[in-house]
């Protein structure tokens, strides 16, 4: 750069901060403090916004508040309708095929709830007067298919289940053959809990998938990942694979009657822009809430526990 | 194993390798990094901002800014600091006398029935005779899954189906153990919120009955902040011994295990690395906090270099490359100390980004190389070796056949030892004119 643009790009930056100056002082906003940023800051990061996210936000924060003008408005509720925002475009309802039955799968990392989260969904479906059916097609965890099958019979749900170590992809088939057989609305198979990192279980499950598709064309039509409010960052790097190995439909957060914020979403959603379909408050059937961005907003900023 | 922090902590280092010397406001920006890569890693954030200021003001009271190569040392007290954090020793389980009870506890799906298959196969393994405990009343399935781990490990399990009382089982459980001479309980029980009050009491009801000598708290690597407030609680209500970090075979940061340690303050005992019951191993604080940096390898580096490199005789070296005089006999030192450190493979693969280096160049070809050349040098008589003009067409004939090599190659090894000396020359003046401007440092044996 020659000297001359050096200047000029110089006094650009000056220009601007200027009429931001301005800005603020004809519409009387007071301007942020220290402290004030740095408790905001805590509170993003303490929600597991990460480290990325909570500087976006807090930047976003401060332009808004020194622009908006008036009383000097919450810092905070500023940041609350920021969060509400990003995750405002969601579409919590399950897809549903064009006819015949809805499969579904139920996938994620070892022990956030799938499951139950299967169960859950498939008691949602009962309550609407349709008829769900759930596929075991975890076979690898010890008593995996013993636990499905009792929420099957706590539910009243019919639960097709293999034997253990059995290919899951064909229990997933005989599944559909199930689902189809019984006239059933949706089909919700629980697969076995896997790391993302490890790509022979990411094979299985796509090969899970690639069966069912065959079986059933454009099954499974819904495929969501379930992530633990719990989790860190980590669940933004189980999202990115998990989409890559199968393309997800939809998340599910679940634990959130915890204190966890599960503020991890708010990062994955800007990514990969998955819609956050329900949320697990609870362990029995009907603790599955659909998403509201707004009220997940002001929980992020709550106190609890 | 925490991959994205590692590449992160990398970057810093390189960065702080990079400088000859730190001043105080660039240890600082470089601590900046390092909080942030800490937060990334889901270090509970005020446990990272305290690990940072400890860091800090350790570097500038050692007066780090001083040394010739305050990068290295900066990593050394980085390092130190998270391994002190985590805990300096191995800590193994407590479990002196005939017969004790283990309890683990947690929140939901973080490993603890997995870890219960895990530990007994441990103590089995150990000679000791271990019950499994059905203690999930809740989970559905919760006891076949114990059930089957026990089939596997050919271990017996109490379980009590039906049973919703977990003190009732805890009672019966010992007295089944005392019965059937089984020395060691591990109670699994059911995951629950450390918020959920009743939850916990039920917890502490059954501590009173079986007054386990451990309490262990098994905690997901994947947990993020909230692990603070998790711990924290589970310590309060029941006051654990310590945890069981699982799921590291995953690529999760693992920075709740810092978290886990700076406030609660008992030791990680073990970690889970996968989903199998021989998946399971003793917790190091030391590899896990070099794990964490993932410059782990560069720490046991520096300490080596520290080690095997005798200060006075780098600093000598050093003197006589910048003068101009190293000799022949001054290489094979120098070859010798590099080699004492070990393989060139292991050398290599321990810097940052070395690995990728590996991949790329054939380094037994240089080890091959290296070995070659300390031959040839130690073929020569000292003479020859301080003055390498003396070597002429039959002396050469000599080295190289007492070496078992083509005099074209001791040939080749002496022009590049001249063209070393060349250079070193050079940069010796350009380094004191350097020097007189208060500038560069000088060049370090290793100094990459
Ligand atoms: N508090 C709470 N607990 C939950 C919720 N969802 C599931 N759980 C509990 O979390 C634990 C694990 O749930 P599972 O449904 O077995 O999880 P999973 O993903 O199928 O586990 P694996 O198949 O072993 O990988 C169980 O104890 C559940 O009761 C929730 O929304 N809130
Ligand atoms: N990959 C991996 N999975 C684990 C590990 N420990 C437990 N799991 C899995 O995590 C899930 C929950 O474990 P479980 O022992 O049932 O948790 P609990 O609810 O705390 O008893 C299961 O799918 C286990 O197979 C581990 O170290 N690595
Ligand atoms: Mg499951
Ligand atoms: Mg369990």
């Known amino acids: ?305 | 194993m925490f991959d994205s922090l590692s590449s992160k902590l990398q970057n810093v280092f390189r960065n702080l390798r990079g400088l000859g010397r730190i001043s105080e406001s660039n240890v600082a920006d470089s601590l900046r990094d390092v909080r942030m890569a800490l937060l990334d890693a889901d270090v509970n954030f005020k446990v990272a901002r305290d690990f940072v200021e400890r860091v800090k003001a350790k570097a500038i009271g050692q007066q780090v800014i001083q040394s010739i190569q305050p990068g290295q040392q900066i990593i050394k007290l980085i390092h130190d600091e998270l391994v002190e954090l985590l805990g300096a020793e191995n800590a193994g389980l407590d479990l002196a006398g005939a017969s004790v009870s283990l309890m683990m506890v947690g929140l939901h799906g973080s490993g603890k029935t997995t870890s219960s298959g895990k530990l007994a196969r441990l103590l089995q393994k150990q000679g000791r005779a271990p019950l499994l405990v059905a203690a999930d009343v809740y989970r559905p399935a919760a006891m076949d899954q114990l059930e089957t781990l026990g089939k596997q490990l050919d271990l017996p399990v109490f379980v009590k189906r039906g049973e919703t009382d977990v003190v009732r089982i805890g009672r019966e459980a010992l007295a089944f153990a005392e019965a059937n001479q089984r020395n060691v309980l591990i109670f699994d029980t059911a995951g629950r919120l450390q918020i959920d009050e009743p939850l916990v009491q039920e917890l502490v009801r059954l501590r009173e009955v079986v007054q386990p000598r451990e309490i262990l708290l098994v905690l997901d690597a994947a947990t993020g902040q909230e692990a603070v407030n998790v711990a924290t609680h589970f310590d309060q209500a029941l006051h654990i011994t310590g945890a069981i970090l699982t799921k590291l075979d995953g690529d999760a940061r693992g920075g709740a295990a810092l978290s886990f340690k700076s406030v609660v303050g008992k030791p990680i005992k073990f970690m889970g690395v996968g989903e199998k019951l021989e998946d399971f191993e003793p917790f190091h604080p030391e590899r896990m906090a070099q794990r964490i940096l993932g410059m782990g390898d560069v720490v046991s580096l520096v300490e080596k270099a520290a080690e095997t490199v005798d200060a006075e005789e780098a600093k000598r070296l050093e003197e006589k490359m910048r003068k101009g005089q190293f000799t022949l006999e001054d290489f094979l030192a120098q070859l010798r100390q590099m080699r004492s450190m070990g393989p060139l493979e292991n050398l290599v693969g321990m810097l940052p980004g070395g690995g990728d280096m590996l991949k790329n160049a054939d380094l037994s070809k240089s080890e091959k190389e290296f070995r070659r050349m300390e031959g040839l040098i130690c073929a020569m008589t000292p003479l020859e070796r301080r003055n390498p003009q003396i070597m002429n067409a039959r002396r050469r004939l000599r080295i190289a056949t007492g070496s078992g090599v083509k005099v074209s190659e001791l040939n080749n090894l002496l022009q590049r030892f001249g063209q070393m000396q060349q250079m070193m020359k050079k940069m010796g003046k350009f380094q004191k004119m350097l020097g007189r401007m208060g500038g560069a440092p000088p060049p370090g044996l290793f100094r990459r």
């Open chain 1, 1 to 305: 750069m020659g000297l001359f643009q050096k200047l000029k790009a110089g006094l650009q930056k000056t220009h601007s901060k200027l009429v931001h100056e301005i800005k603020r002082i004809v519409t009387g906003s007071p301007r942020l403090t220290g402290t004030t940023l740095a408790e905001l800051e805590a509170a993003l990061i303490g929600a597991d916004l990460g480290f990325a996210m909570t500087t976006q936000i807090v930047a976003a924060v401060k332009h808004a508040y020194e622009t908006q003008g008036g009383a000097g408005p919450d810092v905070f509720a500023i940041a609350e309708a920021e969060v509400a925002r990003s995750l405002a475009a969601n579409e919590p309802a399950l897809k549903r095929a064009a006819n015949g039955v809805t499969v579904v799968s139920v996938v994620g990392v070892n022990g956030t709830g799938k499951t139950t989260t299967c169960a859950k969904l498939a008691h949602l479906i009962q309550d609407r007067g349709e008829t769900a059916v759930l596929a075991a097609c975890d076979t690898f965890r010890a008593a995996a298919i013993e636990q499905l099958q009792l929420w099957g019979e706590r539910l009243g749900v019919p639960v097709v289940a293999g034997a253990y170590h059995a290919d899951p992809a064909a229990v997933a088939h005989d599944a559909i053959t199930a689902a189809h057989s019984r006239g059933a609305q949706f089909l919700f198979v629980d697969t076995a809990g896997r790391l993302h990192t490890k790509s022979n279980l990411m094979k299985e499950l796509q090969k899970v998938h690639r069966v069912m598709g065959k079986k059933l064309p454009g099954a499974p039509h819904e495929v969501l990942l379930v992530l633990d409010a719990t989790t860190g960052m980590n669940a933004i790097n189980q999202a990115r694979e998990f989409h890559k190995a199968v393309t997800l439909t939809g998340l599910v957060v679940t634990k959130l009657d915890g204190t966890s914020k599960a503020g991890m979403v708010v990062a994955i959603q800007k990514e990969l822009g998955l819609p956050i379909k329900f949320i697990g408050v609870g362990e029995q059937p009907d603790d599955l809430q659909p998403f509201d961005a707004g009220q997940f907003a002001t929980a992020l900023f709550s106190e609890k526990g």
